[in-house]
């Protein structure tokens, strides 16, 4: 299985709610990225997960706070977002982090919408 | 920050023609990737070239490397209009850390 799962497809969400993103590998991978995306531009990415642990965290705002429960599992919870944080965000697995296991496996994307 | 640039940004060809797109960089690399995003959807990995390899072929892709230059370029033959897509060339420096993605070519390939 060379699947990387990401519920929901689409999100609406108002500033004042809270809501999170999931995503989900079953290839034994042990790194895990949250990646965001506007139009026509290029993947950002927000946090990377090395074993189970935050290893990066491209100064995200707080309003914006990943969770890894487990080696399959990563969640992003948001809440009190703004307009401006409307994007593509996309989940990507590899087996490791690092340039020997660069390559790297995305979901189809949650696309969100803050109104 | 994004360190690849990709030339050109948009491509429109037929049909069976070639597609030729460019990325430089600008720090040392350990390995360049090319992925293709279809419109609104994940990205799909397509190639990895190492920093010691000079070109590499994978079906009707082939990728050169120029470190000398800081420079890839991705040739896709006889394209199809199914090759429709955003390609991204994405570099990962010698520390290994992380990727970082070009701006990106958007590949349309007329029927």
């Known amino acids: 299985d060379t699947e990387v799962t990401q519920t929901p497809k689409h999100l609406v969400m108002g500033m004042t709610n809270k809501k999170s993103l999931k995503c989900e590998q079953h290839?034994?991978?042990?790194?895990m990225y949250w990646y965001k995306q506007k139009a026509k531009k290029p993947p950002e990415l927000m946090f990377v997960?090395?074993?189970?642990?935050?290893?990066i965290n491209e100064s995200v705002p707080s309003r914006f706070s990943p969770e890894c429960p487990n080696s399959s599992l990563l969640n992003l919870h948001l809440h009190a977002l703004q307009p401006e944080d409307s994007a593509l965000y996309l989940c990507?697995?590899?087996?490791?982090?690092?340039?020997?296991?660069?390559?790297?496996?995305f979901g189809p994307g949650t696309r969100l919408t803050v109104t | 920050s994004q360190q690849g640039e990709e030339d050109p940004q948009a491509l429109s060809i037929q049909e069976g023609e070639n597609a030729t797109m460019n990325c430089s960089y600008k720090t040392s690399i350990n390995n360049l990737q090319w992925y293709r995003q279809n419109s609104g959807r994940g990205l799909v990995h397509l190639i990895l070239?190492?920093?010691?390899?000079r070109e590499k072929h994978s079906g009707r892709l082939r990728v050169t490397l120029d470190t000398s230059k800081k420079s890839s370029s991705l040739l896709i033959t006889a394209s199809r209009a199914a090759d429709t897509a955003s390609y991204f060339c994405?570099?990962?420096?010698?520390?290994?850390?992380?990727?970082?993605f070009g701006e990106g070519t958007q590949l349309t390939v007329n029927p």
């Open positions: 997960y090395s074993y189970e642990k935050l290893s």
């Open positions: 070239i190492r920093s010691n390899e």
């Open positions: 990507a697995s590899s087996q490791q982090q690092g340039a020997d296991r660069g390559e790297q496996y």
């Open positions: 994405a570099t990962i420096g010698a520390s290994g850390s992380r990727l970082t």
């Open positions: 290839m034994g991978h042990r790194a």
